[in-house]
Nanobody, 120 residues
């Protein structure tokens, strides 16, 4: 599975962005998917995850009630809708496939990342 993340950019605090992650391969629908982020000088951290059929979602406490993960298996795409953005959300956002919840080492496939910058 190859993953291509997009949708990052510069936004003011309080604004919104929608990230997309397009996957290649016909087996996309069997994989759980996750979004992670890495801020400058910090370790990569879990943001959100979704089960293979979209029936179960998980969120980091820091983004709960602001971010929404979703997927369209027919389009091999997973999304991250980010609302009420804060400067501390500034990071490179990565999508990943085939893992388990928030466990970074469990994800086998990673996209290249898309930069989100939130100005105050």
């Amino acid at each position: 599975v190859q993953l291509q993340a997009s949708g990052g950019g510069l936004v003011q605090a309080g604004g919104s962005l929608r990230l997309s992650c397009a996957a290649s391969g016909r087996t996309f629908g069997i994989y759980s998917m996750g979004w992670f982020r890495q801020a400058p000088g910090k370790e990569r951290e879990f943001v959100a995850a979704i089960s293979w059929n979209g029936g179960t979602t998980y969120y980091a406490d820091s983004v709960k009630d602001r971010f929404t993960i979703s997927r369209e298996n027919a389009k091999n795409t997973v999304f991250l809708q980010m609302n009420s953005l804060k400067p501390e959300d500034t990071a490179v956002y990565y999508c990943a496939a085939g893992g388990l919840g928030k466990s970074i080492p469990s994800y086998a496939y990673w996209g290249q990342g898309t930069l989100v910058t939130v100005s105050s």
